[in-house]
């Protein structure tokens, strides 16, 4: 299927498409004289210094800022080739026909898929690259080949968000396979090491890919046109990870959901051959939970740093700052894939040595000894690395001792984060959690309303303390800040100490991600893990004729189903608990770093920080109003991406319900099976549309409405978005390991209790897979795409064209209200009775 033959793109729509095209192109031409005369300063206008110019700065004793970050360009293809060979050692893994037959198909459905949702993003490119076009070719007035380049990292963008995501689900549906066949030997690390190495994999390739694209720009773009290629290649990103998280979450939980649901009507098991709904349920697993991860993975990655050189290039005067700065800030990102590495094997040497031979342990335990020892590895590295480069640090003369220390603590702060905050989150989402087992206790007498209600208790519960972590971890970040860092950052003291702050946050964000790999790793695991039961199940393995002959013959081991089954289960429960870990670090950083791309449009709108700093404030009606509209757009993006998948789900169950078959079946039909697919397919693509088109028009909208407007938007859009989100996904990550406790430990499937937690379950679905993970790439593709629409504004105002501005964001907002309205009343259930 492909989106020019759905039901859901009309003629009259592609028609107003091609209007909507010329229409956003003559915006940005009608905005060129006045942002000529205004002669402002932006993002897309920086000119990077040079940074192999030795007579501004040299490093480890007179190598110049470009030849060092040339070597990066080498660590990076260490880090692809190393997640290449793990890839292949994945591939030779033991593994029987009829589970590898199983995995493939799981692949081919994804790959359909993918190639679907390939051609959309290409659509919604279009539409994006007309803006940018106009914006570039007419407002900045950059020769064809200039925009072109631009255009191609837009692409570019795009595609590494794609090639990751692909990647992603081919090793994790190799590593399916040869996890649950791992499983039969009844010993359970290979169990864990499998799906770890898979994750690890999707971690180093990821971040080597992403830090390769921006090396290259930094290093071979001319540094005139370096910034836009940033900001091209950025939204690109944002764009796809945008598309992938949304069209995925929905994919998944839609399958998910339709699945589950049987389990309650027929009382048959989670992943019976007989029932349409697995197929598309394990590629949902994928398409949700690997496909949207890792884009949105890249996308953060990416888009922090673009903010972090942008801040440094708006705030820093002087060049030799600059180049320092920029040097620092690649290098310590390059030693982070040096650290994930050295982590990562030291890891599995100890989790070999202590849990290599024994029947049973803690799934859970390894891979929080991995995020542990990597954040300390990356703690150790980041002093060692910052006070080579800034150990000697002077300015005008005067020499900065205590620098390389200061931004290496504000950094572990970030570092820290990625350690304390998956704790946190186990609090309330383990199976080992006293939130998880209260889920469990209260299902026991009040079924499946006190089961929910205890839910979203956790999930409050967690986004408080998380909140309060970020918000110490902040704090600690500012007040770090303004010792040497505000003294070298602007010779302006009271700008400084403000620009100071806003960096700090900056870098916390990036501190962050500094264990980029190992994050995305443990993320990763979830979907092998889950997909690894029903890989189990649909091989029918158990019912093969002459099976314990021929495995002992072919692979040289006795086989044990019973014990298999349990560590599956139960490794599916790590599995859930590590997937909850990594998304409020993704979206911590989505708000963190947030706060320094909205600085960079404060710079454009108050000229520098010299003029319009009391419209930056409550008693100015639009920025207050502006708040108000950012937090009434998280909840409308809850709703309506929660409405996609209730209204995909009952399709799906209704044509389960109706052609599930128990006698004499032993497996669903293919047919059936691709219906389930495309059930899944159609709804998530349909409200991945309406969803888009109504935050792209609603961007342009708030940023013509006015400039302030828009600042108070992008606050609230990121503030309200993460406790929106955490409560969301914290809150999921409870009923779902409340409904696995209930599985394994009280083998208690097909009660009442278990009824009541499958419930719980697939309210949770579209909470922790669905509406909070997006939430981090739509805030970062609001900020980024309304930086450009911003700028359109402000010279069109500046022109005099005021009532234009006004029509026009009246004429946004409406279309934005159209989309709106078809998320959800478009979206509806409809009884096929009532269907005309």
Known sequence: MTFANSTYLPAWLSAARCLLMTLLFAIA?????????????????LVLPDLGDVS??????????????????????????FGAIIYRQIYRLPVHRSMAEVSELIYETCKTYMITQGKFLLILQALTGVLMVGYFYVVQQLPIPHVALILAFSLVGIAGSFAVAWFGIRINTLANSRTAFASLTAKPYAVYAIPIKSGISIGMLLISTELLIM?????????????????????????????????????????????????IEFGIQEDDARNPGVIADCAGDNAGDSVGPTADGFETYGVTGVALISFIMLAVPEPSVQVQLLVWLFVMRVMMIVASGISYLGNQVLARRLYGEKVRFNFESPLTSLVWITSVVSLIITFIVSYLLMGNFALAGKAYSNLWWQLSLIITLGTLAGAIIPEVVKVFTSTNSKHVREVVTASKAGGASLNILSGLVAGYFSAFWIGIIIVGLMTGAYLMSQFDLTAVINPDYTKA????????????????????????????????????????ELSMIEQLPGIEAEVKRDFGFDLNFKTAKFLLEENDGAGNTFKATAKPVLIGTAVVGATTMVFSIVMLLTSGLTENLDKLSLLHPPFLLGLVAGGATIFWFSGASTQAVSTGA????????????????????????????????IYAQKGMFNIFM????????????????????????AIIGLYQAVFMANAGGAWDN????VETEMHAKGTDLHNASVVGDTVGDPFKDTASVAMNPIIKFTTLFGLLAVEMAVGLQAQGHQATVLALSALFLAVNLVFVFRSFYSMRIVVKEEVR
């Open 29 to 45: 031409s009608g905005s060129l004289p006045a942002l000529a005369a205004t002669g402002h300063v932006s993002e897309a206008n």
């Open 56 to 81: 501004l700065v040299t490093f480890l004793g007179g190598t110049s800022g470009w030849t060092l970050l040339s070597y990066g360009l080498f660590v990076c293809f260490g880090g692809l080739v």
């Open 215 to 263: 090396l290259c720009i930094l290093l071979f773009v001319p540094p005139g046109l370096a910034g836009k290629c940033f900001i091209g290649f950025a939204i690109g990103e944002s764009l796809g990870a945008a598309a992938l998280r949304i069209a995925g979450g929905i994919f998944t939980k839609i399958a998910d959901i339709g699945s589950d649901l049987m389990k």
């Open 497 to 536: 100490a403000m620009m100071a702050a806003v960096f700090s946050f900056g870098l916390v964000a990036f501190g962050f991600l500094g264990m980029g790999p190992v994050t995305i790793a443990v993320d990763s695991y979830g979907p092998v893990t889950d997909n690894a039961q029903s890989v189990y």
């Open 650 to 681: 009952y399709r799906a169950v209704e044509f389960i319900s109706t052609h599930i078959r128990l006698d004499q079946v032993v497996k669903a039909s293919q047919k059936d099976s691709k219906k389930v697919v495309e059930i899944c397919t």
């Open 694 to 717: 109504a935050v792209f028009f609603g961007t342009l909208a708030c940023a013509f409405i006015e400039p302030f407007f828009f600042i108070g938007y992008l606050i609230s859009l």
């Open 738 to 741: 409340a409904k696995k406790i």
